[in-house]
């Protein structure tokens, strides 16, 4: 009998082992194509316009500044404030931006926020500081995808956007998580990331605005956005005092963010800003972010992508290949493997240079000081593509996504100032497949440790690839 139960428990551990990650990954395998009636519907849409804009741009470089931007924003709202975040921590920037929500929930300001499923699982389920917030008034939070063990086929979607859009007037979209890797100055080793401020003058019906709120209207609607709920007690009760102290002192912690700004003197005109987006079902998507960057690109001669690492696929490969057989100028600027922050992109990369650079397209490995996280394209003089998407088949197939492309020269010249700069602390592969260095490039190698589990995720890549 015992023996008979032995074997029951093994062959159902054999076949969860077997049927669970074959459910969770079986319906990403095969990549979606381009449906026409996507292709006929961007075909319509335009990117470049010959007229002044109803609204200007920032670019954001600094983290410390982009904490002081979302203070400073949330302070001048009226009316509503939505937060959509990959991941929000409780650590120090995501307590102060907690405490700056809780403040204007007090004032009447209607709150509402949306987190990935992942984040929402292991930062918020069990925390006090989300729950105290979820439970107050003029505050509503969802999580989009809850992770559910039981549909393990929606385990690998996720939601990818990070924006925060205040009242009718203004918005942050870049990709920025919510917590000290990316705002403030509080992170030993902080991510450098890239986001942009719009600011609308007059209203206007093709503002970049009205299409990012009913693209947050359409995400809080669906079934797999979920409510998270809040608790009531002496504990939360604890948290909400000190969150609202912490409001308080936040005006002589950061003053600079609760002055008047004169946004036209930080801001540059930008003539049309479009918003570029992904399917926002749980489920395997058509590339449509990936069409729309690459015919962006090839509208132009000369482009340059900021990307923290590139996994692509067979249908990713081709494409850059016939784009650059036109002649097409394509550099790319990425974290060098002993830099970048993501193992499996440093290690896919180790696995596929020589496809890459295959493809013609020139790959500067960048060896900063930190790892680089920003995702941005620039495209000849004008065109300027900034968001949330990685070069790489999640991004691709699997995530929701938002890119602004903003249509300005002066941003076009401040994100290409920017590429000459980082290029001088990157290498290159040259015609002669001899490596060229910038004049600011230090070598940098992997410890033993880092090395050895590099190896071990390169072996993993192999399998794991198609789904990362």
């Known amino acids: 009998m015992t023996e008979t139960i032995l074997f029951a428990i093994g062959g159902l551990i054999l076949f969860m082992g077997i049927c669970y990650p074959a459910a ?7 990549h979606k194509k381009i449906s026409n009636a996507y292709k006929c519907s961007f075909e319509k849409r335009r990117f470049y316009s010959n007229i002044p804009g109803c609204e200007r741009v920032a670019y954001i470089r600094d983290n410390t500044e982009a904490l002081l931007y979302r203070l ?34 007090n004032r009447g300001v209607e709150i509402k926020i949306i987190v990935d499923g992942i984040s929402g699982y292991f930062d918020m389920r069990n925390n006090l500081y989300f729950q105290t917030l ?13 992770l559910k063990l039981y549909r393990p086929w929606d385990l690998p ?47 206007c019906e093709e503002a970049s605005i009205c299409q990012l709120r009913t693209y947050f209207e359409t995400v809080w609607g669906i079934e797999e956005s979920r409510f998270f709920f809040g608790k009531e007690g002496i504990q939360t009760d604890a948290i909400f005092l000190e969150l609202y102290a912490r409001y308080k002192k936040m ?13 036209k003197s930080r801001t540059l005109p930008a003539s049309r800003i479009s918003l570029l987006t992904n399917p926002i079902e749980a489920k395997n998507k058509e590339p449509w972010m990936w069409y729309s960057l690459c015919q962006l690109i090839k509208v132009g001669r000369q482009v ?18 016939a784009i650059t057989s036109y002649g097409k100028q394509v550099e790319c600027i990425t974290n060098h493997v002993a830099s970048g922050a993501n193992p499996w992109g440093c290690t896919d990369y180790m696995n596929q240079k020589q496809n890459i650079w295959k493809t013609g397209i020139r790959v500067h490995e960048y060896m900063g000081e930190h790892s680089s996280h920003t995702k941005a394209l620039v495209v000849d003089e004008r065109l300027s593509i900034v968001g949330s998407y990685n070069f790489d088949m999640r991004s691709t197939y699997q995530d929701t996504e938002l890119m602004l492309a903003v249509d300005s020269a002066e941003l076009n010249a401040l994100i290409r ?8 602390y990157s290498r290159v592969m040259s015609d002669n497949g001899k490596y060229k260095y910038g004049k600011n490039y230090i070598s940098r190698n992997l410890s033993a440790s880092k090395s050895v589990y590099y190896e071990i995720i390169r072996i993993l890549m192999l399998l794991l690839r198609r789904f990362l």
């Open 157 to 203: 979607a996720r939601m990818h956007d990070k924006y925060l859009i205040i009242d009718d007037t203004m918005y942050l979209l870049g990709g920025r998580n919510t917590f000290d890797l990316f705002l403030g100055d509080c992170a030993d080793k902080p991510n450098i990331d890239r986001e942009l401020f719009v600011y609308q003058t007059t209203s």
């Open 72 to 105: 400073h924003m949330i302070e001048r709202a009226k009316k509503s404030v939505i937060l959509s975040t990959f991941a929000f921590h409780a650590d120090h920037a995501g307590k102060d931006v907690m405490a700056a929500l809780l403040g204007a929930a």
């Open 134 to 146: 979820a439970a107050q008034r003029n505050i509503s939070i969802k999580i989009y995808n809850p």
């Open 417 to 424: 100032k920017e590429a000459e700069i980082d290029k001088t």
């Open 304 to 321: 340059t992508v900021f990307t923290p690492y590139l996994i692509f696929s067979k249908e990713m490969y081709a494409d850059l290949t």
């Open 251 to 263: 005006r002589n912690q950061y003053p600079a963010a609760y002055e008047d700004w004169n946004y």
């Open 24 to 30: 969770m990954f079986i319906p990403y395998i095969r």
